[in-house]
């Protein structure tokens, strides 16, 4: 009786010791501690023994099956306990962390889109600086060095010769002046007006100027370009009108407004650009011969144009980067 009840209590503390997961814990349950297990076949032993006997075993097999109880309660909890703190570490049921992407800026989408358009009309693109000369941005284009017309452009001065360019319209001299006509190209960019803050202006904006210089350039061809422009970028139901207008390097010069309705308000004409017959005073500026070529210029507000496609009311949300406006688009 002796061997058997040690030799169980050998046989469970070797097998305790292997298991590492429910299963095996519960094999050993059966094998050792089941109702068919091998102590209860030692207590059935226990029974036939003779009386003197059954005090000295009945303790040992006692303390035995309690202890090999106490060592399975153990490593019962021990299991549990490891595996919920796997649990803390990897719920395979939570949603995964995201990502956030950037956008492109809603308003970098409509310059795209812009210069694609004009790309399919036939137009490339060039470019130019944001701090411009006072000749560039004003005496080329025929604003004299006192002429009212300056007052049409609030100007941020760096010095009495140098500004920001109040126009994408400086660009246009760059590029007459450093190539020959036939001309035809949209100069989009950054522009700066020393202007009150409002939802219909800001400090800061982008225009998108076109020219076209050649030999027999008419209005009508100005305007079937931007009808054909306004069309490809609103839709074609897009209600517009030319309004005759003044620009001192244009005549004659016209103004686009395109009719804007809100939800619940009532719909009005916006500008959103400025056009004419590029004046021969410009051409003769940059040395181009005002007798053979003439020429048409444009020059768009891309706020404007993306406020009306988008029905944004206020100007000043695209420069605030705040992202619950920004990942609408
Ligand atoms: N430069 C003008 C403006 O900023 C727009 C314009 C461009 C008008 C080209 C006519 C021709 O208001």
Redesign the pocket.
């Given at each position: 009786m002796l061997d058997k009840i040690e030799s169980a209590e050998k046989g469970f503390s070797a097998e305790i010791a292997e298991v590492k997961d429910d299963e095996a814990l519960e094999a050993v349950r059966i094998k050792y501690l089941g109702r068919k297990g091998l102590f209860t076949e030692l207590f059935e032993e226990f029974k036939q023994l003779p009386k003197e006997e059954k005090p000295k075993y009945g303790q040992m097999l006692n303390k035995a099956k309690s202890s090999a109880q106490k060592k399975f309660d153990e490593v019962k909890i021990q299991l549990a306990s490891s595996e919920s703190e796997i649990q803390e570490y990897i719920d395979l049921s939570l949603p995964g962390r995201k990502i956030e992407l950037g956008s492109t800026h809603i308003l970098t989408q409509t310059l795209n889109e812009i210069k694609q358009i004009f790309k399919g009309l036939g137009f490339s693109i060039y470019e130019g600086p944001e701090l411009e000369s006072d000749h560039n941005n004003f005496e080329m284009?025929n604003f004299p060095a006192d002429h009212p017309a300056r007052d049409?452009?609030d100007t941020f001065f760096i010095n009495d010769k140098f500004l920001l360019r109040?126009?994408?319209?400086p660009v246009?001299v760059r590029l007459m002046e450093s190539k020959e006509p036939p001309l035809r190209a949209i100069m989009p960019g950054k522009?700066y007006r020393n202007e009150a803050l409002s939802a219909k202006s800001y400090c800061l904006f982008h225009?998108v100027?076109?020219?076209y210089v050649d030999e027999d350039v008419t209005f009508a061809e100005l305007k079937g370009t931007l009808v054909a422009f306004a069309k490809q970028f609103f839709g074609d139901d897009v209600k517009y009108r030319f309004r005759p207008?003044f620009?001192p390097?244009?005549e004659p010069?016209a103004?686009v407004d395109i009719w804007w309705e809100q939800k619940g308000k009532p719909g009005k004409w916006l500008e959103i650009?400025?056009?004419?017959m590029?004046d021969p005073n410009v051409f003769e500026n940059v040395g181009i011969d005002n007798e053979k070529y003439v020429g048409?210029?444009?020059?768009?507000?891309v706020e404007r144009i993306a406020m009306l496609k988008y029905g944004v009311g206020d100007i000043r949300v695209f420069f605030d980067n705040d992202k619950r406006f920004l990942q609408q688009f």
């Open positions: 284009l049409m452009q109040t126009h994408t319209s246009q522009v225009q100027e076109g020219l207008s620009f390097f244009t010069s103004e650009m400025g056009c004419g590029v048409y210029a444009f020059g768009m507000g």
